[in-house]
């Protein structure tokens, strides 16, 4: 039997945002849930649609059929509408830990959005500066304030 034995080093990776989101808490929490999900697409709008079960312990994950997919992560907690947080390797397939936060606070008639993804382990060359995965986050946080700002102005 032959052993490799290679020493790679662990990187870190932290992607913060604070967000002001014209929509009610409970609109943009659903919208959050929307985006991560069924509506989830990769910044040049390809879809890539998710499941999440909104739950402790609930999966998020792709969905490929046939018993085939891709555990992107867990739900760590949730109290709808402030609170959503999610571990795992996320779209990394490495020995990578992620943990995503989106903490909600309402403030008049408007919501802030504190998010932040932060990574520990092998994580691949092309992820190490951070664009790419900020760049994902922003067009997935833009397009949460796109459909909540607008879900907001139908429901008036």
Known sequence: MLTSLTEQGIQTLEVTKNEE??????????????????????????????????????RWFRDLGNNAGHLWGHVQSIKQPTLLEI?????????????VLY????????????FSHRAIGQIAP??????????????????????AEQKAKERK
């Not at 571990?87 to 943990?99: E, I, N, R």
């Not at 606070?105 to 919501?111: D, I, Q, R, S, Y």
């Open 21 to 58: 989101i014209a929509a009610p808490i409970d609109i943009v929490f659903e919208a959050i849930l929307e985006q991560m999900g069924p509506h989830n697409e990769t910044p040049d709008r390809t879809p890539l649609p998710m499941k999440i079960e909104p739950w402790p312990g609930g």
């Open 126 to 147: 092309e992820h190490q500066d951070g664009g790419r995965v900020n760049q994902g986050w922003s067009s997935i946080i833009g397009r949460i304030r796109k459909v």
């Open 103 to 114: 903490r909600l606070t309402a403030e008049g008639a408007g919501t802030w959005v504190k």
């Open 87 to 99: 571990y795992g390797p996320l779209f990394m397939s490495a020995p990578v830990m992620s943990h």
